[in-house]
Nanobody, 114 residues
Framework: QAQLVESGGGLVKAGGSLRLSCVTA????????IAWYRQGTGNERELIAA???????DYANSVKGRFTISRDTAKNTVLLQMTSLQPEDSAVYFC????????WGKGTLVTVSS
């Protein structure tokens, strides 16, 4: 069973950076896609970045140019580098992976202070 564990969240000032990690129990190339979602208070969960098995990346318009999704294949880890963070980026960030079934991590909290 795939297991996803996120880390790297925390409190940062506006304009700062954070890097989130998602470690998978299975080989990351097993998955069709691995993605990051986020859910702010009172908001629906939204897709913000995804990377396919073939390495194609896609981003939500709200984070394009500021966030970068990448893979560390040796560590079965998907990273989300976040820069120029703003208070509206505050949310719980979830790792998602699809391998026939869908898998979710428990999330990591990112808080951006103004």
């Amino acid at each position: 069973q795939a297991q996803l564990v996120e880390s790297g969240g925390g409190l940062v000032k506006a304009g700062g950076s954070l890097r989130l990690s998602c470690v998978t129990a299975a080989n990351i190339f097993s998955f069709d896609v691995i993605a990051w979602y986020r859910q702010g208070t009172g908001n629906e969960r939204e897709l913000i970045a995804a990377i396919s098995r073939g390495g194609v990346r896609d981003y939500a318009n709200s984070v394009k140019g500021r966030f970068t999704i990448s893979r560390d294949t040796a560590k079965n880890t998907v990273l989300l580098q976040m820069t120029s963070l703003q208070p509206e980026d505050s949310a719980v960030y979830f790792c998602y992976a699809r391998l026939i079934k869908e898998y979710w991590g428990k999330g990591t909290l990112v808080t951006v202070s103004s």
